[in-house]
Structures are given as C-alpha cells and as structure tokens.
C-alpha cells in the first residue's frame, strides 16, 4: 500500500501547499504494514515487527480517541505547541492500552519491566515521563519505556491535527526556527521528496510528533541553511529511495526519501530499516538532525 498524505491546495493551483496535515484514518495502519514488509530477512527483524504491532494499536487508538479540543493559541507560537498547553489525560490512556497491547510482542523482560513501570507510575509520573520526551531530557523516563511514551504522544498530537486547517497556516510564526514543525515545533524525522503531477519532486520535513509535513527547499542543509556544501550518501544496492543528506558547513545530516523511487517509503519506518546507512554517515563525522523516537530505546 502506498503511503501518502492529502493535500490541501489554495485557491491558486500554482501555489505551493506549505503544509500537508496528516491522513490520520490511514497513517499509522501504513506504517505497520511497511514495517512487517521491511522486517522480512532484515537483521532487524524482530524489533521492526515489534514496532508495526505498536503503529498497529496507535491505528486504533487514533480511530477511537476522545474528541479534545484544540487550545488557545498564544501570540507567536505554533497551534499545538509542545508545552504551550495542559494535555489531555487521554494520552496517558493511549500509553496503558499501547503497552498492553504489546506486552508478550516483545522480549519477556523488556515487557515485564515496562508494564511494572507502568502500573507503579502516577499520573503525575506519566506527565513527567511526556515532558521528558518532549524536552529531550531522557533522565526523566525510563529508556524502554521512551518509544511507547513517544507512540502515545504521537497519537494524541495527531488526533489533534484532525481539527485544524492547513490552508490557515502558511508559515511558521515569526521567530521560530524553519526546521521545526510549524504545526507544534517539534524536530522532524526527516524530509520527503514527494511525487505526483500536482507535488512532483517537492521536499517536505516530516514531523516527528503530530506527523504534518511542512514545505522546505531541497539542496539546502535542513540544520544551517547552506546550499553549497551539501552531499548525499546512500546505501550501496540499494534503489536509492533513502538518503542521507549531509553538510560539510555545520557536519549534520538528515535523512532523505524520494517517493518517485520507492512510493511506499514510510518515514518513520523506512529510517529504522535504514540505520546502517546513520552508522555510515556517523562514521564519516556527522551528526544527526531530528529525531526518530523509535531509536531511543533498549530492546530485547
């Protein structure tokens, strides 16, 4: 199944869309299902499929979840800002239904520990465990239970685009950075290079929270800016649909999909199956820009 997102156009066809929200019925049901695809004969195999069985509960979660109301947005800061707002405890439901869903999916001692975790923890514990994840301080949540703290939030932020207006927002706030989501300025995950007669070759980053896609300019470093020192390095054999986007002005990367070679790639999904290709460009001297929450865990 190809994985794509809805575009919402203007007024004018000529007009590039900034934003893409997105196709929440439909997101994370195709990332479980390129995950189990990618797990076949990968080295990663198990982890990959552990992580489709946690898309596979956020898809239903997200199809049941509570209707919240979207918060007031303060003066020069994005809609669904992180930290902007009280969440609603309905995430923290997400969090317990996600780790049952999945506990006996994993190894028996990464399941025993997260659920005993989980039921010793308050619901003070849990808001704890979020603004941990979300301000990038890992001493606060424990690192297994980092990617399904993530998967909630992730599922909660999503929820919430479903009421918003893409055409409404076609910038970022005044002062806030261009590599964050202008939707709740969180890093993304990487960038894709959509295809299709009204996107084709497009680049857009992809937020590694609420999952909106945003409008950059491709060839130029997503971390600084510069366009004159930007190279691409890709997996040998492979189709070419993933690369790493690196720069030689700031020595940072990103990864970059090209949806024209491969128009199943996942983002989130497509990274994890592509680490050697980070274990190549980190090898070479850079370091990587955004975040993939699936790669903070200890599994197994």
Not at 31 to 48: C, V
Not at 74 to 93: S, V
Not at 112 to 120: D, G, H, N, Q
Request: glycine share 8%; charged share 15%.
């Amino acid at each position: 199944m190809a994985i794509d997102q809805p575009i919402h156009f203007s007024d004018s066809s000529t007009e590039i869309p900034f934003l893409l929200l997105p196709q929440t019925d439909a997101l994370f049901l195709d990332r479980a299902l390129r995950l189990k695809n990618l797990a076949q004969g990968h080295a990663m195999s198990d982890y990959l499929t552990f992580v489709a069985e946690v898309a596979m509960a956020q898809h239903r979660i997200l199809a049941a979840f509570p209707q919240t109301s979207l918060p007031p947005v303060a003066t020069g800061q994005t809609p669904l800002a992180i930290g902007a707002f009280l969440r609603d405890p309905a995430w923290q439901n997400a969090l317990r239904t996600i780790t049952d869903e999945v506990s006996g999916k994993a190894p028996r001692d990464f399941s025993v520990r997260t659920k005993s975790l989980l039921s010793a923890a308050s619901g003070s514990d849990l808001e704890s465990w979020a603004q941990g994840y979300l301000e990038g301080d890992s001493s606060r949540c424990d690192i297994g239970m980092m990617p399904l703290v993530a998967a909630a939030l992730q599922t909660y932020w999503t929820s919430l685009t479903g009421h918003l207006d893409s055409r409404a927002i076609k910038a970022h706030p005044a002062g806030r950075p261009a590599n964050h989501c202008p939707v709740c300025d969180s890093p993304p995950v990487g960038s894709i290079v959509r295809a299709g007669a009204a996107n084709q070759g497009l680049r857009y980053l992809v937020c590694s929270l609420c999952s909106s896609q945003w409008n950059m300019e491709r060839i130029h470093c997503v971390s600084c800016g510069d366009s004159k020192h930007v190279f691409y390095y890709g997996i040998d054999g492979s189709d070419g649909a993933i690369q790493a986007e690196t720069c030689d002005s700031c020595h940072v990367y990103s990864k970059i999909m090209h949806m024209e070679k491969n128009p199943a790639v996942d983002i989130i999904a497509d990274d994890l199956a592509t680490i050697s290709l980070d274990i190549l460009v980190g090898e070479a001297g850079y370091q990587r820009f955004g975040i993939n929450p699936f790669l903070m865990t200890e599994f197994g």
